[in-house]
């Protein structure tokens, strides 16, 4: 007989795992509280503008490529992809640098900036790329259930290489003199979630993966990714009901024998939650069935969560480009306020997004669509509206000031997004959007289980789980957690 599973939560993670259990020949049933596919990458559309609402960076194509392979299929069966070039800007304190996409052109920035610093990032680049071929390749597709998991030859030997106990931080301080500079080689760990100082070295595979691998648009935005993998799903014969929301997982004799939503009940053969992990844990399972306390939760060390901004103009820009990042201000006061001493930041650093600069579609015609971001910390209470128009003419006078141009007198569409829609609309612990932070003490094997301590059928995919914040790894966490489901029922 064919065996059942429900998937909880579509994103990123939920359509991975999905896919591979229909393609594993598993009768799947995805289960989606809000009414479209893509969880946090969900798109707003309105008044003739387009807008990615979540992630809007594609970094990784390796991966992606890897995962339609696996049905044989090809990404561009699916969407297009265009290289951005330059990748991004970054506004400093007085100028702003473009990162070309040659690296032949970044060595030569590398350069202006700091005299010998190319042949360091040659040398940089060397270990970054061995840590990307091992990390990516290898390790991130364990399920991170045992050390045993990591103790293979190649592995061992490459342990000090890999630089799993040594910060970011510290690595391209070694390497780079330049505040820009280093700068510029951390933050690509921001979207782990983490401080540079907390985050492994492992993950300057990171700026492998921004510099070597570049930095790619889908036609249509990143929800054009979404649409693709839940039109493969959809291929596979995944069935999904939209706006339908889990009550509760009934256990018994530590197994899943129910999964009651406000529209029907399901008595799968397996659960694959890809909603919020600690939400799934506190509200939808009874206490007893708990794989890790409340106590363990609080202690955990969270990815921040963000204010957004969707805007639309009536005239477009001139001299912007498709991402830029507002290092204009002391970092460290904004990390502070985001790690240590929680609060709204005093300072804020923060990044835009025009895709109209790469692709018309998205806006009316002489129109321009903007994504203004602010990492804030994670469990911050009231973000009114009041509080979140303060910050926006904050960053907008910031943007207009170092761009030339006037945009508040052209703005159509305003809609703001923060903390506690978080909540609301994911169930999101503390209103983070990046899920759990990849620090040192919560990676691989330091990370919750894929699989349920209690309940033998029940698992979890997604940011909270293996391998950690990104869409590139949620789409590997939903083919691990597949993966660890037909091993049990071997």
């Excluded at 609402?53 to 970094?59: A, E, F, K, T, V």
């Excluded at 399920?143 to 000090?160: H, Y």
């Excluded at 994911?426 to 094997?445: F, H, P, V």
Aim: with cysteine; net charge neutral; aromatic share 14%.
């Amino acid at each position: 007989m064919q065996k059942s599973v429900i998937v909880i939560g579509s994103g990123f993670s939920g359509l991975s795992a999905a896919s591979f259990m229909a393609k594993a020949g598993w009768k799947v049933i995805v289960i989606e509280k809000n009414s479209t596919p893509g969880g946090r990458a969900k798109q707003l559309k309105q008044d003739g503008f387009t807008f990615d609402m979540g992630p809007s960076w594609y970094w990784m194509p390796d991966v992606f490529d890897r995962f339609f392979k696996q049905f044989d299929k090809k990404t561009a069966d699916y969407y297009q992809l265009v290289r951005l070039d330059p990748s991004y800007r970054v506004y400093w304190e007085n100028d702003f640098s473009d990162i070309p996409a040659s690296y032949d052109q970044l060595k030569k920035l590398f350069e202006s900036i700091e005299p010998g610093s190319s042949k360091q990032l040659d040398k940089y680049l060397q270990e970054a790329a061995y840590k990307y071929n091992v990390g990516v390749g290898k390790l991130v597709y364990k399920p991170g259930l045992s050390l045993a998991e990591f103790l293979d030859w190649e592995t061992i030997k490459g342990i000090f290489r890999l630089d799993v106990f040594t910060s970011i931080q510290r690595h391209v301080h070694q390497y780079f003199k330049n505040d820009k500079l280093r700068r510029l080689m951390e933050f690509p760990v921001l979207f782990l979630g983490a401080l540079p100082s907390n985050t492994p070295a492992l993950y300057s595979l990171m700026n492998y993966a921004d510099i070597k691998g570049g930095t790619w648009y889908p036609n249509g935005g990143m929800y054009s990714v979404v649409k693709g993998m839940y039109q493969l799903a959809l291929e596979l014969g995944v069935t999904f009901s939209f706006d339908e929301t889990v009550r509760e997982i009934v256990v018994q004799n530590s197994e899943v024998i129910n999964v009651v939503s406000d529209q029907s009940e399901y008595r799968p053969d397996a659960l694959i939650s890809s909603a919020d992990y600690h939400f799934t844990e506190t509200i939808l399972q009874p206490s007893a069935s708990r794989s890790y306390p409340e106590s363990y939760w609080n202690k955990r060390v969270m990815a921040p969560s963000c204010l957004l901004y969707y805007i639309g103009l009536n005239k477009k820009l001139h001299n912007v480009k498709h991402h830029s990042l507002f290092f204009d201000v002391p970092f460290d006061q904004h990390a502070d306020e985001i790690y240590s001493t929680p609060k709204w930041p005093t300072h804020p650093l923060f990044y835009v997004s025009v895709n109209s600069v790469s692709d018309p579609s998205v806006a009316p015609p002489g129109c321009d669509t903007i994504v203004f971001l602010i990492p804030v910390a994670a469990g911050l209470t009231g973000d009114t509206e009041e509080l979140k128009r303060e910050y926006f003419d904050i960053i907008l006078q910031r943007m207009e000031n170092r761009t030339g141009q006037n945009i508040k007198n052209s703005i159509v569409f305003y809609k703001s997004y923060s903390v506690s829609d978080f909540v609301n609309d994911y169930n999101s612990y503390k209103g983070n959007a990046y899920g759990l932070a990849n620090t040192l003490r919560q990676t691989a094997i330091l990370r919750p289980s894929c699989r349920s301590k209690k309940v033998k059928n029940l698992f979890y995919s997604g940011q909270s789980t293996v391998p950690g914040p990104g869409v590139p790894p949620a789409l590997i966490s939903g083919e691990v957690t597949a993966r660890e489901v037909l091993k049990s029922f071997q």
